[in-house]
């Protein structure tokens, strides 16, 4: 069996949650199930969303301990829930939350969490969880050694959402009880963290424009915001640009920026630098306009033209417009 842990904060269900039921249902050998797991105080209404899915059963751990989060509460509630149910596998977001929480439920049972996963393999000796190594120069099949169950984390944009099973039934769904030492939790949770309101968030934009050297100067922003506006899309950089204060921080894509998944990423005078791929990677069309021809963004992109964004931007504007 396969367990799931979704996420909800704030009144609101990670759409990553998804991304990772799509793993686990691409996983899945046919015999085997799936089950999803939603933790917190209140979650009946994700509960009946995540029932959509094409799942065993969902689970909710409802307990006003954790109506709040906290990693040791967390970490109690899952160990609990993990040794009832048995899984042989089980799948994460790889999220802030999770990257908190995960390390210590899976050390607490005993076992290792293979971390931020891009894709699996299904070979002779098993399954083979594959992982960026090195700010994503290499990737490395990693197989996991020791008894079930086995922990790991997909990378937020290595599936995609809209790809997920729906049942022609809900799924059942049912309460666990779980019993919570407070006197365990150890934390005592703070309002969190929010960026600046005018920051923005690119994992869910549909479309992306995205600027590289290749735009020369800060002078030529404005025809990459055009092509955006355009486009219904959001503007977006790779690291140098953002470096350089044409664009705030938040616009940044790539292994120390933002990871994002659109439906179409087009990325004006970018090279392809592997730090800037691993952010974008999981785009399911990627279009690239570039002078150069043996810049190594071709080599993942579904559309490439080679040549002058100066010349070929105006182009698609005047082909939008009309």
């Known amino acids: 069996m396969i367990l799931v842990v979704a996420e909800q904060r704030e009144g609101k269900l990670n759409p990553a949650s998804w991304e990772v039921i799509v793993a686990a249902q691409q996983i899945k050998e046919p015999e085997a199930k799936i089950k999803i797991a939603l933790a917190g105080s209140a979650v009946g209404g994700f509960v009946d969303e995540l029932a959509e899915a094409e799942v065993e059963e969902v689970l909710f751990l409802e307990d006003p301990a954790l109506g709040t989060y906290t990693p040791d509460g967390f970490v109690q509630a899952f160990s609990e829930l993990v040794e009832k149910e048995r899984p042989d596998l089980v799948l994460f977001s790889h999220t802030y939350q999770t990257r908190d929480y995960a390390p210590a439920l899976a050390t607490h049972l005993g076992r290792v969490l293979i971390s931020d996963c891009i894709a699996f393999k299904r070979?002779?000796?098993?399954?083979?969880?594959?992982?960026?190594?090195?700010?994503?120069?290499?990737?490395?099949?990693?197989?996991?050694?020791?008894?079930?169950?086995?922990?790991?984390?997909?990378?937020?944009?290595?599936?995609?959402?809209?790809a997920v099973r729906r049942g022609a039934n809900?799924?059942?769904?049912?309460?666990?009880?779980v019993t919570i030492d407070l006197s365990a939790v150890r934390e005592q949770p703070e309002t969190p963290f929010k960026e600046a309101k005018q920051a923005v968030d690119l994992t869910k934009a549909d479309r992306i424009v995205a600027v590289g050297r290749g735009i020369k100067g800060q002078e030529h922003l404005p025809l990459a915001q055009k092509l955006a506006k355009a486009l219904d899309a959001e503007l977006a950089a790779s690291r140098p640009i953002c470096d350089a204060g044409w664009l705030p921080m938040d616009r940044q894509i790539g292994s120390?920026?933002?990871?994002?998944?659109?439906?179409m990423y087009l990325a004006l005078g970018i090279s392809g630098a592997i730090q800037h791929v691993v952010g974008m990677k999981g785009a399911r069309t990627i279009v690239a306009i570039n002078k150069d021809g043996d810049a190594p963004i071709f080599e993942i992109s579904d559309y490439g033209i080679i040549g002058d964004l100066f010349e070929i931007v105006p182009a698609l504007l005047s082909e939008l417009g009309e």
């Not at 290499?138 to 997909?154: H, L, N, T």
């Not at 809900?170 to 009880?177: D, K, Y």
């Not at 120390?256 to 439906?263: I, L, N, Y």
């Open 123 to 162: 070979q002779d000796e098993g399954l083979l969880f594959v992982r960026p190594m090195f700010q994503g120069k290499f990737v490395a099949d990693i197989q996991a050694e020791g008894p079930s169950p086995q922990f790991v984390s997909f990378q937020i944009g290595s599936y995609h959402a809209e």
């Open 256 to 263: 120390s920026g933002q990871t994002v998944a659109p439906k």
């Open 170 to 177: 809900r799924a059942p769904t049912r309460s666990l009880r």
